[in-house]
């Protein structure tokens, strides 16, 4: 139950602050005017992922001193959008990216998108 609960306001929070829906969000990157950017682990991933999505998972941003490089390199000068399984983590590397002057936006999880935009 508890569980249940957290997920629901995690789904809700994130409907309220994602400025952009996953469908414009995906016409942006299908105009290469924005890349989206899958923050799960390997194993997540070996499940599926959405179509034109670039893998960095989130352990990348965090372990990796040469991150910002490597990122810098797959979305110079396109909007960011990030995705996880459910939006939390997503979320957290948002602030991280806020935190390095880097503008994101969170656009949920993957259990949810995965409903919404086609996949690989």
Same mark, same amino acid.
């Given at each position: 139950?508890?569980?249940?609960?957290?997920?629901?306001?995690?789904?809700?929070?994130?409907?309220?602050?994602?400025?952009?829906?996953?469908?414009?969000?995906?016409?942006?990157?299908?105009?290469?005017?924005?890349?989206?950017?899958?923050? $799960?682990?390997?194993? %997540? /991933? #070996?499940?599926?992922?959405?179509?034109?999505? !670039?893998?960095?998972?989130?352990?990348?941003?965090? @372990?990796?001193?040469?991150?910002?490089?490597?990122?810098?390199?797959?979305?110079?000068?396109?909007?960011?959008?990030?995705?996880?399984?459910?939006? $939390?983590?997503?979320? %957290? /590397? #948002?602030?991280?990216?806020?935190?390095?002057? !880097?503008?994101?936006?969170?656009?949920?999880?993957? @259990?949810?998108?995965?409903?919404?935009?086609?996949?690989?």
């Amino acid at each position: 139950m508890k569980i249940m609960i957290t997920v629901l306001m995690s789904l809700f929070s994130l409907s309220v602050l994602a400025a952009t829906s996953p469908k414009d969000a995906y016409k942006l990157v299908e105009e290469n005017k924005a890349v989206m950017i899958d923050v $799960r682990e390997a194993d %997540e /991933v #070996k499940g599926g992922m959405i179509k034109n999505a !670039i893998w960095f998972p989130m352990s990348k941003i965090k @372990e990796d001193k040469n991150w910002k490089n490597d990122f810098a390199k797959i979305t110079s000068g396109k909007k960011i959008f990030l995705h996880c399984r459910t939006g $939390r983590r997503s979320g %957290e /590397v #948002k602030d991280i990216l806020k935190g390095q002057g !880097i503008e994101s936006e969170n656009i949920g999880g993957y @259990e949810t998108l995965k409903t919404e935009l086609p996949l690989k």
